[in-house]
């Protein structure tokens, strides 16, 4: 469904689909509007709410993310044998398939994906993964297409990372019911706040610094993510 968040009027209700609807996102420029879900990924026009393409994927719960300022959308998949993650691009105007990012299906050891999200510039991809209980996450430099850092921690599925809006840390949380803060150049871990009674797979980065977090318990909590400022001498 399509609503008007300053009214919270219905505006639409698109039909409904065999199965649940995992994720559902907006483009950058309001024109379009994706889902996923039931095994499939769904790309719509909002003037016409006519359906533009739909693709087949594997996974029960895939990811995705438009790219700022370009025609393409990331989607995070998996083989028919839910043991290696993919991950591709494609034509957000035709569904075509754009890039293949995924590793060659030999490669071991094997890796699962989350959900990707790009830096506001369009500059950066980030996305989770783990391999056996350790997670990571992974930074893409989405002109070359080419992996430029990895960052370890946590434990198992990695929640949407998000990097802040001056370039400068990367954020994400983790089953472990942890929270992870690493510096995007040098790839230090800079904070670690751990919370064990929780298993989180959801942040967002708010304007002041502050993170919200979700997880499998139903409840949403309030983290400061700020750097901590050095006492005056």
Request: charged residues 20%.
């Amino acid at each position: 469904t399509l609503w008007n968040l300053l009214t919270g009027d219905l505006l639409y209700a698109f039909p409904p689909t065999p199965q649940f609807v995992h994720s559902v996102q907006l483009s950058p420029d309001g024109k379009t509007l994706a889902w996923s879900g039931g095994k499939r990924f769904v790309v719509c026009n909002l003037a016409d709410k006519q359906e533009i393409f739909s693709l087949p994927v594997n996974a029960p719960r895939p990811g995705f993310a438009f790219r700022p300022g370009s025609h393409e959308i990331v989607i995070s998949d998996s083989d028919d044998q839910f043991e290696q993650g993919l991950l591709y691009v494609v034509d957000a105007r035709t569904g075509q398939k754009l890039r293949d990012l995924s590793s060659p299906a030999e490669a071991k050891p094997k890796i699962t994906y989350g959900s990707p999200r790009f830096s506001e510039d369009g500059r950066w991809l980030l996305i989770g993964g783990y391999v056996g209980t350790e997670a990571r996450v992974i930074r893409w430099d989405a002109d070359e297409w080419t992996v430029a850092q990895n960052y370890l921690g946590g434990f198992m599925a990695v929640g949407a990372p998000v990097m802040s809006p001056n370039g400068r840390r990367i954020f994400a949380c983790f089953w472990d019911g942890s929270v992870a803060v690493w510096d995007t150049q040098s790839g230090e871990e800079i904070l670690h706040i751990v919370d064990a009674d929780h298993q989180l797979y959801a942040l967002e980065l708010l304007p002041d610094g502050r993170l919200i977090t979700g997880g499998f318990e139903g409840t949403l909590h309030r983290w400061d993510g700020r750097p901590v400022k050095e006492p005056a001498k």
